[in-house]
């Protein structure tokens, strides 16, 4: 008698969700993260870590290519981010939506929720004293090949939650980590770095 033919399990889109690294992450690099995931297809994923700060402010940054902040002083001394270990050397800017059509050249639009412009012209428009009110600068991003990232999950990798703008904008660095965890409604101090089985 022949095999019955399972059906195809159901594709997991966790566009707009927030990855929150379970203890005990085999991968160093992503220990105690919170990576929001920009973009979730059958191809793979990309996404920014939000609570990796390195030892470059948005001053310094833009001094580097040439831009001032005079126009935007708020900005100064906000911290660039570790995005990933997938082009380091590269800027990322997730920033709240603009509306209709982004008026920068290279922005994914992340459907229900931010944008993520990787073109000069958002730092232009910063520079400028324009540009999005309110900002997270990375170099790099963390991508996943197709399957890899349910693959992880499946292994008790990472916890997944709908992405609360908040967190990336409004939460202190150090607290970014418990505040995603808790929008589960799990204490953090509850978590285990063992996978459980009854």
């Known amino acids: 008698m022949p095999e019955p033919v399972k059906p195809a399990p159901a594709r997991i889109d966790l566009t707009n969700h927030f990855l929150v690294a379970m203890p005990g992450m085999a991968d160093e ?42 126009h935007r002083a708020e900005l100064a001394a906000q911290p660039v981010f570790f ?3 997938v082009q380091t050397e590269r800027g990322f800017v997730l920033h709240e939506s603009t509306g209709a059509e982004s008026p920068y050249n290279s922005t ?22 324009a540009g999005p009110k309110r900002v997270l600068v990375t170099l790099g991003y963390a991508g ?19 992405a609360d703008p908040a967190v990336i904008f ?6 970014r980590y418990d505040k995603a965890v808790s929008l589960l409604g799990i204490d953090p101090r509850m978590l285990s770095a063992e996978a459980g089985h009854a």
């Open 29 to 70: 690099t992503f220990e105690r993260t919170v990576v929001y995931l920009c973009e979730h297809t059958e191809k793979g994923a990309l996404g920014l870590v939000i609570n990796k700060p390195i030892d470059i402010t948005l001053k310094s940054l833009f001094e580097k290519i040439e831009l001032k902040l005079d």
């Open 83 to 85: 995005g990933g270990p």
């Open 108 to 129: 994914l639009s992340v459907p229900g929720g931010l944008e993520m412009t990787t073109s000069k012209d958002v730092l232009e428009a910063l520079a400028g004293g």
């Open 144 to 162: 996943w090949s197709a399957g890899q990232l349910e693959d992880e999950i499946g292994r008790n990798g990472w916890l997944t939650v709908g």
């Open 170 to 175: 409004d939460t202190p660095v150090p607290q």
